[in-house]
């Protein structure tokens, strides 16, 4: 298990994929370094729900990123999206990110998966959709070899 741990890092570490867990009773995020540096965070930063959407995301992407992942989760699909980001240099860049979720048999949800697919870019690149039935497939073999857990909740 800690050969198959290692090499999962080497791989994220290589292809600069980066990934987060949330942890849905505390509202903790568990992040790669990657991923962090995506974010314009450094290695040592404190990852919270609320900073990730109240701080992080630009304001006119957050209802839009809430929705398409609470959207996906609610059909048991898995969720491709897009969102900006402000760096203290005051650049902002775009992430794309994808996501699944896994469920129990009745249906509650245990875990997501989430992965920053592509390098933050200055321009909105023009993405594929995601929707075909290969990336379809590709998310499900993600999700079944992790087990993350994540809820999006809205603010009150």
């Known amino acids: 298990m800690r050969d198959h741990q290692e090499r999962f890092q080497l791989a994220l570490t290589f292809s600069q994929l980066g990934a987060w867990e949330m942890d849905s009773a505390t509202g903790m995020i568990e992040c790669t370094d990657q991923y962090k540096a995506n974010l314009g965070l450094g290695e040592t930063s404190v990852l919270t729900e609320q900073r990730l959407f109240d701080e992080i995301v630009h304001p006119d992407d957050r209802v839009r990123l809430r929705d398409a992942i609470n959207q996906a989760l609610a059909g048991h699909d898995h969720f491709e999206v897009d969102y900006r980001v402000g760096w203290a240099s005051g650049s902002i860049r775009w992430i ?61």
């Open 96 to 156: 794309l990110v994808r996501g699944v979720g896994r469920y129990l048999p009745d249906g509650e949800l245990t875990s997501i998966i989430v992965l920053r697919s592509t390098s933050p870019c200055a321009r909105r690149p023009n993405w594929s959709s995601g929707k075909s039935p290969h990336r379809r497939n590709a998310h499900a073999s993600i999700a079944s070899g992790l087990q993350w857990r994540w809820t999006i909740s809205s603010p009150p």
